[in-house]
């Protein structure tokens, strides 16, 4: 009997709402993280090497990988 008593009084209150109410206040007023991309660059990760690139033997003849760069 008290936890119907309790459940209702919860959903009556829509503590659910509120809750998440208060999760997206928190969010709203956090401090931003987005980046202007032209004008402002991300840091480069240390472990970056490079574009890709098709590769080829000495003789000309690409070297495959199978990275379907040659269909773009």
């Known amino acids: 009997m008290l936890l119907a ?3 209702f009084f919860n959903s009556l209150l829509l503590k ?6 208060a999760l997206t206040g928190r969010y709203l007023f956090a401090r931003k993280i987005t980046v202007q ?14 574009l890709h690139a098709l590769r080829r ?4 003849e690409e070297r495959c990988i199978a990275c379907k760069l040659c269909e773009a």
């Open 57 to 60: 033997y000495p003789n000309g």
């Open 37 to 50: 991309f032209p004008e402002e660059k991300t840091p480069m990760s240390p472990r970056f090497r490079g």
């Open 16 to 21: 659910e709402l509120f809750k998440g109410m």
């Open 5 to 7: 008593i309790k459940d």
